[in-house]
């Protein structure tokens, strides 16, 4: 079955460091792949999507390419912020018409200033 | 409302009393989902609803565990017979269709003692 293995955390970082979050992913077919974030007390947010080979999805200065030879998603940032800190889940989708989204089991990162 | 409504948004119960929890999807939006965050587990997939189609609860965990949706908007996802390992954060999320991007609500912590 589909499944998603990202790295485990917590992460902390200072603020301006660069960021790395992997996620490989193991699916049937052509899946599409995302980035959901969870800020402190809120709700699950789309960061960014792709959804074919090569792709690159970016947001927020955040970015992810799809990379179908390795299977992976890294999610990468090249300054962080304090605000930054957050709950980040890699997640895919299986292509032809799938509905669900199977997600990895979120990595926690903080940024002090 | 712009946003998936949940409600209520914390639930303290005694074991084996019935919780109803409450999705109010984005106007408009034909797809609802329900998902269980567990500490350390990630996200788990429960049910999707699709317009008038047969429900798949696939992911429910036990019988315990129903949901339905009236209407084809507002949702309740019911759980009877609380237990203690029933307790975490219960999302709802929707989508204009299968396949497009997932919103998420602020979901409902629950914590049964």
């Known amino acids: 079955g589909d499944s998603v293995t990202q790295m485990e955390g917590p992460v902390t970082l200072s603020e301006e460091a660069f960021l790395t979050i992997n996620c490989t992913y193991t699916a049937t077919g052509y899946p599409s792949l995302f980035w959901y974030v969870q800020y402190p007390g809120e709700g699950l947010q789309l960061l960014l999507k792709?959804?074919?080979?090569?792709d690159k999805g970016s947001n927020k200065g955040f970015e992810a390419t799809y990379r179908k030879e390795t299977t992976s998603f890294h999610l990468e940032k090249g300054s962080v912020q304090v605000s930054d800190s957050a709950v980040y889940f890699c997640a895919l989708r299986s292509g032809a018409g799938s509905y669900q989204l199977t997600f990895g089991k979120g990595t926690k990162l903080s940024v002090i200033p | 409302g712009a946003g998936v409504s949940q409600s209520p948004s914390n639930k303290v119960t005694e074991k084996g009393k019935d919780v109803e929890l409450r999705c109010d999807p984005i106007?408009?939006?034909?797809?609802l989902y329900w998902y269980r965050q567990s500490l350390g587990q990630g996200l788990e997939f429960l049910i999707y609803f699709q317009g008038n189609s047969a429900p798949d609860k696939s992911g429910l965990p036990s019988d315990r565990f129903s949901a339905e949706r009236t209407g084809g908007s507002v949702s309740t996802l019911t759980i009877q017979r609380t237990q203690q390992e029933d307790s975490a954060v219960y999302l709802c999320?929707?989508?204009?269709?299968?396949?497009?991007?997932?919103?998420f609500g602020e979901g409902s912590w629950l914590t049964v003692v």
């Open positions: 999320a929707s989508s204009t269709g299968g396949t497009d991007t997932i919103y």
């Open positions: 792709a959804t074919k080979a090569d």
């Open positions: 106007s408009g939006h034909t797809a």
